[in-house]
């Protein structure tokens, strides 16, 4: 199984402005993904972050709100930008586990609460 | 429109009898199955899964039963801990590898 830490583990902010969160994974591995949970709801797929090329976008987020970087095989860094209220969430970076059944690891989390 | 649904936000089970925790889903396509365990302040830890072949799969205290013709798929946990209290996820895999989330249910288990 994969070791996945994020930075920060929580935080407090301001309206309008960015925050990014850092993901960094004990082995290389191709894709990582970022994902959401919003109070009370379930795990929502933001984007699949890929080793040298654009990460790609779910349905409702665009990279212009969440940019995400992947400069190498162990770490990825996800943006919220221009935050809102109701970006306060919960932010888990995970990885899979190449298996094919389509187990994930998850990172800690980052819980945000935008003021 | 929900695909994966856990109808039961929260659970309340004696220390040492069963948990059973469902859930239900409308694609006939998932392939695979998998629960997820929350402690708070943690991510998911995958717990147990299986495949859209299969009828059960087990693994220690930790039992998952797959009904494909009522799209419904249950977790039985037996006997249940105090160490079990967390927030379970079912999630299920479609035909582009993407895993489909619950809401979760709440698992408390009272000594």
């Known amino acids: 199984s994969a070791v996945i830490s994020q930075k920060p583990s929580r935080d407090i902010c301001q309206r309008g402005t960015s925050l990014t969160i850092q993901c960094q994974v004990d082995s290389q591995v191709t894709m990582m993904f970022w994902y959401r949970q919003q109070p009370g709801q379930s795990l929502t797929l933001i984007a699949t972050?890929?080793?040298?090329?654009?990460?790609?976008?779910e349905s409702g987020f665009v990279i212009d709100k969440f940019p995400i970087s992947r400069p190498n095989l162990t770490f990825s860094t996800l943006t919220v930008s221009n935050m809102s209220p109701e970006d306060s969430s919960i932010y888990l970076c995970?990885?899979?586990?190449?298996?094919?059944?389509?187990?994930?690891?998850f990172g800690e989390g980052s819980r945000l609460t935008v003021l | 429109d929900q695909q994966v649904k856990q109808n039961s936000p929260s659970l309340s089970v004696q220390e040492g009898r069963i948990s059973i925790l469902n859930c239900d889903y409308t694609n006939s396509m998932f392939d695979y199955f998998l629960w997820y365990k929350k402690y708070p302040a943690e991510g998911p830890t995958f717990l147990i899964s299986?495949?859209?072949i299969k009828d059960k799969n087990e693994d220690g205290r930790f039992t998952v039963f797959l009904n494909k013709s009522a799209k419904h798929l249950s977790l039985h946990i037996v006997p249940s801990q105090p160490g079990d209290s967390a927030v379970y996820f079912c999630?299920?895999?479609?035909?582009?590898?993407?895993?489909?989330w619950g809401a979760g249910t709440k698992l408390i288990i009272k000594p």
């Open positions: 299986i495949s859209s």
């Open positions: 999630a299920a895999r479609d035909s582009n590898y993407q895993l489909i």
């Open positions: 972050a890929n080793q040298g090329s654009e990460a790609t976008y």
């Open positions: 995970s990885v899979d586990n190449a298996g094919g059944s389509g187990e994930l690891f």
